[in-house]
Each structure stands twice: as C-alpha cells, then as structure tokens.
C-alpha cells in the first residue's frame, strides 16, 4: 500500500513530465516498463532484507528467545519458527502480485492520458 500510494502520489507530481515525454514519441509501454522495474526492484530488496534478517535472528537463537518471553508457557529451548516454507512462499507472491496489480493499474490510468491532458492538467 505504502509503494503505491508513493507511486501515485509521484506521478502525480510529475505529469507534466510525462505529458512532455509522450509529445516527444516515448510510448506508453516504455514508461509503464520503467516504473514497473522501480517497484520490482524495491519490493524485492525488501523482500531479501527481512529473510536475510529473520535467517540471523532465527540462526543466533534470539528471535526463539524473543518468541519464548512474549508467549508465557512456551520453553526456552523450543524452536518454533520455520521462515522458509511453502506458505510463506505463496503469501510474498500474494502479495507482490496484488502490489504489481494495483501498480499497473495507477500507472496505465495516469498513462492513458493525452500529452495535452497531462501538460495543462486537464
């Protein structure tokens, strides 16, 4: 929600821009490619970096113990966090693809506009 609000919100900023681009022959597809690669690209480095943390955590022991004091009754020595598993899997593509989705959808409404229209905000 965050990455597409702030997608919105730049586009917005910046139809003149767009406008300009589209009079001078860069086609819809072009733009829509490059933002599109933006958000991949922010997603999947957010992606590596909360695996890549949760595998330290998990790996040193100290997500178990922070698990173990928020749950009363649960055993120190209880590991119970598998992060790689198949449904963890199906929930990041759920929603990279929601993401991608609605992403596509702001970029081609705003896309569809005429240079004039996006120039002189009409």
């Given amino acids: 929600i965050y990455l597409v609000n ?13 406008g300009t681009y589209k009079a001078f022959g860069l086609n819809n597809g072009t733009l829509q490619n490059i933002y599109i690669k933006i958000i991949l690209s922010i997603l999947a480095i957010g992606v590596i970096v909360a695996f890549t943390l949760l595998f330290v955590l998990n790996l040193t022991g100290v997500l178990d113990i922070m698990l173990a004091s928020m ?10 966090l598998n992060i790689f598993n198949i449904w963890n899997l199906f929930a990041i593509l759920i929603v990279i693809g929601i993401t991608m989705f609605i992403a596509y959808s702001s970029i081609n409404n705003i896309l569809s506009k005429t240079p004039g229209d996006l120039i002189y905000g009409r």
Avoid: V
Avoid at 71 to 80: A, E, M, N, S
């Fill in 6 to 18: 702030l997608l919105k919100t730049h586009l917005n900023s910046i139809k003149t821009n767009l």
């Fill in 71 to 80: 749950i009363p009754g649960l055993d120190k020595t209880f590991k119970c």
